[in-house]
């Protein structure tokens, strides 16, 4: 504020020199000034113009609410024009915002592409794979353009935005009915955001980049859960839950978090089918019939969800790549539920899923 006194008082002397106007006609000359100041991006100079402008008396006040319409009016264009892009910064949100919405449209086609019983048709498997793999590729992309900083954008906004407040409040000492005048200061900005034609389509944007960034942020955190396990959890385990997990971010389905307990309960069944040589996922064994008597006695105390069950081979790729192919099985990894067990012996594998007690 050290500038603001020296305006206003430039502002003052300069009408000064004009003399007394007649009729409360104002000095065109001050009000271009005034108009330009009320414009500014410097708020010491936009203040000096609405103080300036209220020492001019009652007669000048029809002006001084004209002269604020207009502010108000520019100060909405250039909201708009930032919005669409034609100001001095991009709109790093608009771009980000129309690919993610090809991203959005592409998921929930794929989805149900996913979720079709194709009865195990090995055409269409492969067709299901390089559709997940054009939405690795598009997903990529959006998340590249949510990357860059909008820092200066924001700020942009910012500045338009506290100039259009002060502006809106000015006015409200004309017309107290106003819809402004029942908003409180905090609330303002995003009243005065959401009435901009512009405005919602900045907000729609805003909300779909911060979801692409929390999306990115909770695969990596589930990732990261996987990799601080403990020694209950093999490398192969982790690997095939990471696995799954990049695939459901492809369709913008959340993690699933391997939990112990379950995975006791897959290992054992695992450990029962080679050793006792049967392939079911029901079981001979006492008390361990069906999945979610194993998950009991194992000690989970979440919700179930389904099981899964592959013999072959000791890699995980394997293991997902055949559920993945067969109907049934790819229902469950790609279905609900925030909690995974995995159990591996030898080549049988076990996966189950289930929801936590959160």
């Not at 106007?21 to 000034?33: M, N």
């Not at 924001?154 to 006015?171: K, N, P, Q």
């Not at 819809?179 to 959401?194: K, P, Q, T, V």
């Not at 942020?217 to 799954?244: C, P, Q, T, V, Y």
């Amino acid at each position: 504020m050290n500038g603001f006194l020296p305006l206003i008082l430039i502002f003052s002397l300069q009408f000064a020199v004009y003399g007394q106007e007649s009729q409360g006609v104002l000095p065109q000359d001050f009000t271009k000034v005034a108009n330009r100041w009320m414009l500014s991006a410097e708020a010491d100079k936009r203040n000096a113009a609405y103080l300036s402008w209220k020492q001019m008396g009652a007669d000048a006040m029809p002006q001084y609410q004209r002269a604020l319409e207009f502010a108000q009016q520019q100060h909405n264009k250039a909201l708009e024009e930032a919005v669409r892009g034609r100001s001095s910064v991009i709109n790093p949100y608009a771009s980000h915002h129309e690919l993610a919405g090809e991203l959005d449209a592409e998921r929930k086609r794929v989805m149900s592409l996913i979720m079709t019983d194709w009865e195990k048709d090995g055409k269409k498997v492969q067709m299901l794979r390089e559709e997940m793999e054009d939405l690795e590729k598009l997903r990529e992309r959006v998340n590249r353009l949510a990357g860059p900083s909008t820092e200066r954008f924001d700020s942009l906004v910012d500045a338009t935005l506290e100039g259009l407040a002060e502006v809106t409040r000015e006015l409200e000492q004309f017309d107290d009915r106003l819809e402004s005048a029942s908003i409180e200061d905090g609330d303002l900005r995003g009243f005065l955001l959401e009435e901009n034609s512009e405005g919602k389509d900045l907000l729609m944007q805003r909300e779909r980049l911060a979801a692409t960034i929390n999306e990115v942020k909770i695969h990596m955190e589930a990732e990261k859960a996987h990799s601080d396990l403990g020694r209950w959890a093999s490398s192969a385990m982790k690997d095939f839950a990471n696995l799954l997990n990049k695939e459901r971010a492809l369709l913008g389905l959340p993690p699933r978090i391997m939990e112990e307990k379950l995975s006791d309960a897959c290992k054992g069944h695992s450990s029962d089918m080679s050793n006792l040589g049967f392939f079911a996922h029901e079981s001979p064994v006492p008390k361990k019939k069906s999945p979610w008597d194993r998950a009991r006695l194992a000690g989970f105390a979440g919700n179930g969800g389904g099981e899964n069950i592959f013999m072959g081979s000791t890699s995980h790729s394997a293991a997902y790549a055949g559920w993945f192919g067969s109907d049934g099985h790819r229902f469950i990894m790609f279905g609900g539920g925030d909690t995974l067990g995995v159990g591996i012996s030898g080549i049988h594998w076990t996966m189950m899923t289930g929801n936590s007690m959160k």
